[in-house]
């Protein structure tokens, strides 16, 4: 079992910088698979990046369109912890933010899906204001 606690979210102006962490518990971390998704009022859980583990210590990540070149995810595998870095915020990235996790299998490909990750965290507000 695993348990992921976000944290980072608040306020923020457009332009403006964020980092979220998410912090695991559980062992194996490093051959876990994580991910960030986030859900706006009225809208469905969508993609905004994924670090995949591609077998020893290698790793591979991938953004969803809107936020490639603005987000950059990381890992620090010796706190169990993922981080989403945010800049050049914009208000339409305002939304609850959500952690999740999968076992990690390094011949499949990155998981986009929020169907394919087995554990979410609590998730994070993030507003931007204009």
């Known amino acids: 079992q695993v348990q992921l606690v976000e944290s980072g979210g608040g306020l923020v102006q457009a332009g403006g910088s964020l980092r979220l962490s998410c912090a695991a518990s559980?062992?194996?971390?490093?051959?876990?698979?994580m991910g960030w998704f986030r859900q706006a009022p009225g809208k469905e859980r969508e993609f905004v990046a994924a670090?995949?583990?591609?077998?020893?210590?290698?790793?591979?990540?991938d953004y969803a369109g809107s936020v490639k070149g603005r987000f950059t995810i990381s890992r620090d595998n010796n706190k169990n912890t993922v981080y989403l870095q945010m800049s050049s915020l914009k208000p339409e990235d305002t939304a609850v933010y959500y952690c999740?996790?999968?076992?990690?299998?390094?011949?499949?490909?990155?998981?986009?899906?929020?169907?394919?990750?087995?554990?979410w965290g609590q998730g994070t507000q993030v507003t931007v204001s204009s």
């Open positions: 999740a996790a999968d076992l990690g299998r390094p011949t499949y490909g990155l998981k986009s899906l929020p169907g394919e990750y087995a554990y």
């Open positions: 670090i995949k583990w591609t077998g020893g210590r290698t790793y591979s990540a």
């Open positions: 559980g062992r194996s971390f490093s051959s876990y698979d």
